[in-house]
């Protein structure tokens, strides 16, 4: 049906401004403003480099890291340049040449320059010489800073004044003076003199092996140097006084760096485009995954990475709340001063509908069989332009019957056009049949077929032929809690939960969970759900998350849009465009030219507790002294992605990743055990996805004494010696043979019980490193001490053959607590405990129950994706005995034995034939035997979905007299 709108209610705004591009700016100084940078250059593996007012700067993506000066009186730099032999200048304005080393620039001296009364430009090296450029001079120097020739105005053949450029191609370098004439060097350090087209100060680019030049100071023809020749290849392309500080070519095409802002030429239609307008744009360049880098003269870095993400500016004083498509044409949406508006997506223009109701606009429902649009305050007839004013509440959803659902306060009703019964009560601003048909405050309604689908503060409920049930998934049996939902094309519901995430249900059973907290900053959560096929889009307060419907690819737009800052209040997805609405602008990009990002990471070499340095630069392995080491790392990426991390692992130990932040720059790995390891790290996105290559160093631990040969043969000679002595004393062997055989027996159940897996105090240890390099103090001091507390406990009980059970339960809870620490929120764990078990507190063997729950988390839990819950319950058996029960969800164990079989791994937690073994050494001392019983569980399309475990241990439950 087309849209039209009442002659009446519609009036274009006519002062829509034209598309732009989008382009965001990142604060560089904290609290500063107005520092000029100067240069913006990048290096080969990629880091940006900026020159300013306040000193040089690295940029990897995340931080700016300020190089320390050594001899610096100001701050003042201007570039930075690589030298053939790997040296590394940066040039100071006013103090000349500076070196990096170790991480900081120190100042060198030239040697014959007798006062620095100089304003230094650049510097460039042609056949082991270096060539630097001063506003009058121009100094030819050796590697060591030694002069060996100088070109300034006191030097009668050239009679020049002033420098203005300096640019090399090839065997050549082009000097620029003030004034008509060029200087060409060549190889051989010759210096020839050529005419310029006019007398100015010039600035050039090189393109290809040709050489690009126009006046700085006011507009001119450009010119390109062709044989010798300046032939002129644009007239003037500026009308307005501006000054051209630099021209750029970045991939063929020619930037204009001026005082209005930072142009380019068409080369299809050799027109001039704006980039940026109204900022002094000093320097230019783009990055190795094409995002382009600008720098002004006001302190401002700005960033885009695609020229076709673009935006309007509405020039609207108010927030746009609320966005709805109509059809493939047009989105309406509406502002917080209740303004409704059209927004033509083929001429991008705005049309104003009129103003209707107060306080805001809470939602938008558009009804494409009335081509009426609904909100809190009634609706519009968008082909006439009527307006009814009713209150609908909180949401409106039709059904395909036609009857409506109205969440009004904290009651729903169903509405129809006619009075299906006496319970239907006309309401004639409505125009219809109201029926009140529940009380409690809802959210949002959608329609899966004829079956109304609404959302409560508490749960779901399902209104179907006039009945209402409470929706659960009927997997747990638990109410589905949300505060938003929506309905894809599937009959999918998606359920926004307050955990930060969103599962999805099919069925009313539980298809998928998209964990999004590494999307979110801390404190954030998802604002709104919406659906766009085949999109559904996860609005929050730092962006935008768009999940495809059935492949499930999740896309964060702000990787897309840059270092996007502004806040999202709405967003639309229509015909391959995805249309954002902030408060002033609306910004639009195809998501076909969405770009997978790439991150970099750089090993820096590897420290040990000795403070000894080992280089990671071709070494293959390295033979470390020491088993605990900081493995040290630089990381980049310019994509604005949430949430990125390093994953890393020792391959030959780890089964699965550990994560640390990206900008921490070193992982710690305390006691590694001995042998060769590979250690890998990569970085990893939001949704997990690994976005960089995977960066390997092989280290060699060195074996401890109890393992060298000399412990061996000293053991060797120890045993031979005790049985020398067994031999004579041969008439006590058969009395102490039992006694061994007891001591054997206890021996086992002691190295069992008081065993601690060191792979587990690697991980803990290393997550409280990473919390402290975080700044997250408070974590890790709590974390720490359950830790101790932990290690206490084990070394003095496990000397104890048996352990009250309220300890045994204790260690548990803090040893659940710190993997907790591991997993994060994704694990969840229920402790139950009978009360009266924990008062009459029987004595139980000694760590007895903790191998089971280890391993459920090794073996079940730690491959399981998404939600991973774990039960322990300690209750009074039947029979005088205690139950205890361990279940989880886990991925059960026919999984976890194939897993462990294609990876070839050792079992490194209790072993099942380890702790059958301990019970029948148990059992052998006891009247009444422990019973275990292991159940896998599984789901209804006979997948495995966890372990039960059930242990019955025989006590007599008295109180202790």
Same mark, same amino acid.
């Given at each position: 049906?087309?849209?039209?709108?009442?002659?009446?209610?519609?009036? &274009?705004?006519?002062?829509?401004?034209?598309? +732009?591009?989008?382009?965001?700016?990142?604060?560089?100084?904290?609290?500063?403003?107005?520092?000029?940078?100067?240069?913006?250059?990048?290096?080969?593996?990629?880091?940006?480099?900026?020159?300013?007012?306040?000193?040089?700067?690295?940029?990897?993506?995340?931080?700016?890291?300020?190089?320390?000066?050594?001899?610096?009186?100001?701050?003042?730099?201007?570039?930075?340049?690589?030298?053939?032999?790997?040296?590394?200048? *940066?040039? #100071?304005?006013?103090?000349?040449?500076? =070196?990096?080393?170790?991480? !900081?620039?120190?100042?060198?001296?030239?040697?014959?320059?007798?006062?620095?009364?100089?304003?230094?430009?650049?510097?460039?090296?042609?056949?082991? !010489?270096?060539?630097?450029?001063?506003?009058?001079?121009?100094?030819?120097?050796?590697?060591?800073?030694?002069?060996?020739?100088?070109?300034?105005?006191?030097?009668?053949?050239?009679?020049?004044?002033?420098?203005?450029?300096?640019?090399?191609?090839?065997?050549?370098?082009?000097?620029?003076? /003030?004034?008509?004439?060029?200087?060409?060097?060549?190889?051989?350090?010759?210096?020839?003199?050529?005419?310029?087209?006019?007398?100015?100060?010039?600035?050039?680019?090189?393109?290809?092996?040709?050489?690009?030049?126009?006046?700085?100071?006011?507009?001119? *023809?450009?010119?390109?140097?062709?044989?010798?020749?300046?032939?002129?290849?644009?007239?003037?392309?500026?009308?307005?006084?501006?000054?051209?500080?630099?021209?750029?070519?970045?991939?063929?095409?020619?930037?204009?760096?001026?005082?209005?802002?930072?142009?380019?030429?068409?080369?299809?239609?050799?027109?001039?485009?704006?980039?940026?307008?109204?900022?002094?744009?000093?320097?230019?360049?783009?990055?190795? +995954?094409?995002?382009?880098?600008?720098?002004?003269?006001?302190?401002?870095?700005?960033?885009?990475?695609?020229?076709?993400?673009?935006?309007? $500016?509405?020039?609207?004083?108010?927030?746009?709340?609320?966005? &709805?498509?109509?059809?493939?044409?047009?989105? %309406?949406?509406?502002?917080?001063?209740?303004?409704?508006?059209?927004?033509?997506?083929?001429?991008?223009?705005?049309?104003?509908?009129?103003?209707?109701?107060?306080?805001?606009? !809470?939602?938008?429902?558009?009804?494409?069989?009335?081509?009426?649009?609904?909100?809190?305050?009634?609706?519009?007839?968008?082909?006439?332009?009527?307006?009814?004013?009713?209150?609908?509440?909180?949401?409106?959803?039709?059904?395909?019957?036609?009857?409506?659902?109205?969440?009004?306060?904290?009651?729903?009703?169903?509405?129809?056009? &006619?009075?299906?019964?006496?319970?239907?009560?006309?309401?004639?601003?409505?125009?219809?049949?109201?029926?009140?048909?529940?009380?409690?405050?809802?959210?949002?309604?959608?329609?899966?077929?004829? *079956?109304?689908?609404?959302?409560?503060?508490?749960?779901?409920?399902?209104?179907?032929?006039?009945?209402?049930?409470?929706?659960?998934?009927?997997?747990?049996?638990?109410?589905?809690?949300?505060?938003?939902?929506?309905?894809?094309?599937?009959?999918?519901?998606?359920?926004?939960?307050?955990?930060?995430?969103?599962?999805?249900?099919?069925? =009313?059973?539980? !298809?998928?969970?998209?964990?999004?907290?590494?999307?979110?900053?801390?404190?954030?959560?998802?604002?709104?759900?919406?659906?766009?096929?085949?999109?559904?889009? *996860?609005?929050?307060?730092?962006? %935008?998350?768009?999940?495809?419907?059935?492949?499930?690819?999740?896309?964060?737009?702000?990787?897309?849009?840059?270092?996007?800052?502004?806040?999202?209040?709405?967003?639309?997805?229509?015909?391959?465009?995805?249309?954002?609405?902030?408060?002033?602008?609306?910004?639009?990009?195809?998501?076909?030219?969405?770009?997978?990002?790439?991150?970099?990471?750089?090993?820096?070499?590897?420290?040990?507790?000795?403070?000894?340095?080992?280089?990671?630069?071709?070494?293959?392995?390295?033979?470390?002294?020491?088993?605990?080491?900081? %493995?040290?790392?630089?990381?980049?990426?310019?994509?604005?992605?949430?949430?990125?991390?390093?994953?890393?692992?020792?391959?030959?130990?780890?089964?699965?990743?550990?994560?640390?932040?990206?900008?921490?720059?070193?992982?710690?790995?305390?006691?590694?055990?001995?042998? /060769?390891?590979?250690?890998?790290?990569?970085?990893?996105?939001?949704?997990?996805?690994?976005?960089?290559?995977?960066?390997?160093?092989?280290?060699?631990?060195?074996?401890?004494?109890?393992?060298?040969?000399?412990?061996?043969?000293?053991?060797?000679?120890?045993?031979?010696?005790?049985?020398?002595?067994?031999?004579?004393?041969?008439?006590?062997?058969?009395?102490?043979?039992?006694?061994?055989? #007891?001591?054997?027996?206890?021996?086992?159940?002691?190295?069992?019980?008081?065993?601690?897996?060191?792979?587990?105090?690697?991980?803990?240890?290393?997550?409280?490193?990473?919390?402290?390099?975080?700044?997250?103090?408070?974590?890790?001091?709590?974390?720490?001490?359950?830790?101790?507390?932990?290690?206490?406990?084990?070394?003095?009980?496990?000397?104890?053959?048996?352990?009250?059970?309220?300890? +045994?339960?204790?260690?548990?809870?803090?040893?659940?607590?710190?993997?907790?620490?591991?997993?994060?929120?994704?694990?969840?764990?229920?402790?139950?405990?009978?009360?009266?078990?924990?008062?009459?507190?029987?004595?139980?063997?000694?760590?007895?129950?903790?191998?089971?729950?280890?391993?459920?988390?090794? $073996?079940?839990?730690?491959?399981?994706?998404?939600?991973?819950?774990?039960? %322990?319950?300690? +209750?009074?058996?039947?029979?005088?005995?205690?139950?205890?029960?361990?279940?989880?969800?886990?991925?059960?164990?026919?999984?976890?034995?194939?897993?462990?079989?294609?990876?070839?791994?050792?079992?490194?937690?209790?072993?099942? =034939?380890?702790?059958?073994?301990?019970?029948?050494?148990?059992?052998?001392?006891?009247?009444?035997?422990?019973?275990?019983?292991?159940?896998?569980?599984?789901?209804?399309?006979?997948?495995?979905?966890?372990?039960?475990?059930?242990?019955?241990?025989?006590?007599?439950?008295?109180?202790?007299?």
């Amino acid at each position: 049906m087309a849209l039209t709108f009442s002659l009446l209610a519609v009036f &274009t705004v006519n002062d829509l401004q034209g598309q +732009e591009l989008l382009v965001n700016e990142i604060n560089v100084f904290e609290g500063i403003s107005n520092v000029p940078i100067y240069t913006i250059q990048t290096d080969e593996k990629g880091f940006i480099y900026l020159t300013t007012e306040k000193g040089i700067f690295r940029y990897n993506g995340i931080t700016f890291t300020k190089f320390d000066l050594d001899g610096a009186n100001n701050e003042s730099f201007n570039y930075v340049y690589k030298l053939s032999d790997g040296r590394i200048l *940066a040039i #100071n304005f006013y103090e000349g040449i500076f =070196e990096l080393k170790n991480d !900081k620039f120190e100042k060198r001296n030239i040697f014959g320059i007798k006062d620095y009364k100089y304003t230094f430009f650049s510097i460039t090296e042609l056949n082991k !010489k270096i060539y630097l450029l001063t506003d009058i001079a121009l100094f030819v120097l050796d590697k060591e800073f030694q002069i060996s020739k100088l070109l300034d105005n006191e030097n009668k053949e050239y009679n020049i004044k002033y420098f203005s450029h300096m640019e090399k191609i090839g065997d050549t370098i082009y000097v620029f003076p /003030k004034g008509k004439y060029l200087l060409k060097i060549d190889k051989f350090g010759n210096f020839y003199k050529d005419s310029l087209p006019g007398d100015c100060r010039w600035t050039a680019t090189v393109m290809g092996n040709q050489l690009f030049f126009t006046c700085r100071d006011y507009p001119s *023809a450009i010119f390109k140097r062709v044989r010798g020749n300046n032939e002129k290849i644009y007239n003037a392309i500026f009308n307005d006084e501006i000054t051209t500080y630099k021209i750029k070519n970045i991939n063929n095409d020619l930037y204009f760096c001026t005082s209005k802002g930072l142009a380019k030429i068409n080369n299809k239609t050799n027109q001039v485009e704006w980039i940026i307008r109204n900022k002094r744009t000093n320097d230019l360049t783009i990055d190795y +995954e094409g995002n382009y880098w600008a720098i002004t003269l006001d302190g401002e870095l700005l960033n885009w990475n695609d020229f076709n993400i673009r935006k309007i $500016h509405t020039k609207l004083a108010e927030n746009i709340t609320n966005s &709805t498509a109509i059809d493939s044409n047009k989105i %309406l949406f509406a502002t917080s001063l209740n303004n409704f508006y059209s927004f033509d997506l083929k001429t991008k223009t705005l049309k104003h509908i009129g103003q209707y109701g107060k306080d805001g606009v !809470k939602f938008l429902y558009y009804d494409k069989a009335s081509n009426r649009l609904y909100f809190q305050f009634g609706s519009i007839d968008l082909s006439t332009g009527k307006y009814y004013n009713f209150y609908s509440g909180n949401y409106i959803a039709k059904g395909p019957d036609g009857d409506m659902i109205f969440c009004i306060s904290n009651k729903i009703y169903v509405f129809s056009n &006619t009075q299906k019964d006496s319970t239907y009560k006309f309401q004639a601003d409505m125009g219809g049949y109201l029926k009140k048909i529940y009380e409690s405050r809802s959210y949002k309604t959608v329609f899966i077929d004829s *079956a109304a689908y609404i959302l409560l503060f508490n749960g779901i409920i399902k209104y179907y032929q006039g009945n209402i049930t409470f929706v659960k998934d009927l997997l747990t049996g638990k109410s589905i809690i949300g505060y938003d939902m929506v309905i894809d094309s599937e009959k999918n519901l998606w359920v926004a939960n307050l955990d930060k995430g969103i599962e999805v249900y099919r069925y =009313e059973f539980l !298809k998928k969970t998209f964990e999004m907290q590494n999307y979110f900053t801390k404190g954030s959560s998802i604002l709104k759900l919406k659906y766009n096929k085949p999109y559904i889009l *996860a609005l929050y307060q730092e962006g %935008l998350v768009m999940i495809h419907e059935k492949t499930h690819e999740i896309i964060d737009v702000n990787s897309i849009l840059g270092k996007f800052s502004k806040v999202m209040n709405d967003a639309v997805y229509s015909n391959d465009t995805l249309y954002i609405f902030t408060k002033d602008e609306i910004i639009f990009c195809t998501l076909t030219n969405k770009r997978d990002a790439r991150a970099k990471i750089f090993l820096n070499g590897i420290t040990d507790a000795n403070s000894n340095f080992y280089s990671t630069e071709n070494n293959p392995e390295i033979k470390l002294s020491s088993k605990t080491i900081f %493995l040290n790392y630089d990381f980049l990426s310019y994509s604005n992605q949430g949430g990125i991390k390093i994953a890393y692992r020792i391959k030959d130990l780890d089964t699965s990743w550990n994560f640390i932040s990206a900008d921490v720059n070193k992982i710690f790995f305390p006691y590694l055990i001995p042998g /060769k390891h590979t250690i890998q790290l990569a970085a990893v996105n939001s949704s997990g996805k690994i976005i960089s290559d995977i960066q390997t160093v092989t280290v060699i631990v060195p074996q401890s004494f109890f393992l060298s040969p000399l412990f061996f043969i000293l053991v060797i000679i120890a045993l031979i010696g005790l049985l020398v002595i067994a031999y004579y004393l041969n008439d006590a062997k058969v009395k102490k043979r039992e006694l061994l055989n #007891n001591q054997l027996r206890m021996s086992k159940l002691t190295a069992l019980r008081s065993r601690m897996n060191p792979h587990f105090v690697y991980n803990i240890l290393n997550s409280i490193q990473s919390l402290i390099y975080i700044g997250d103090k408070k974590t890790a001091s709590s974390s720490l001490s359950k830790f101790s507390e932990l290690m206490r406990l084990v070394l003095d009980l496990s000397d104890k053959e048996n352990i009250s059970l309220v300890d +045994e339960i204790h260690v548990i809870e803090l040893y659940l607590e710190l993997e907790k620490l591991r997993f994060g929120d994704e694990f969840k764990f229920t402790i139950d405990f009978d009360n009266e078990l924990r008062y009459l507190n029987p004595k139980i063997p000694g760590f007895f129950i903790q191998p089971f729950v280890e391993n459920s988390i090794k $073996h079940g839990l730690l491959h399981k994706n998404g939600d991973k819950r774990l039960l %322990l319950k300690i +209750e009074k058996g039947t029979n005088n005995d205690i139950r205890i029960i361990v279940d989880d969800n886990g991925i059960g164990r026919k999984k976890s034995a194939e897993i462990n079989a294609r990876r070839n791994l050792k079992k490194s937690s209790f072993a099942v =034939e380890a702790i059958i073994n301990r019970i029948n050494l148990i059992n052998s001392q006891l009247k009444r035997k422990i019973v275990l019983q292991i159940f896998d569980k599984v789901d209804l399309n006979n997948e495995p979905s966890g372990t039960t475990v059930i242990i019955s241990i025989p006590v007599e439950l008295e109180l202790d007299t």
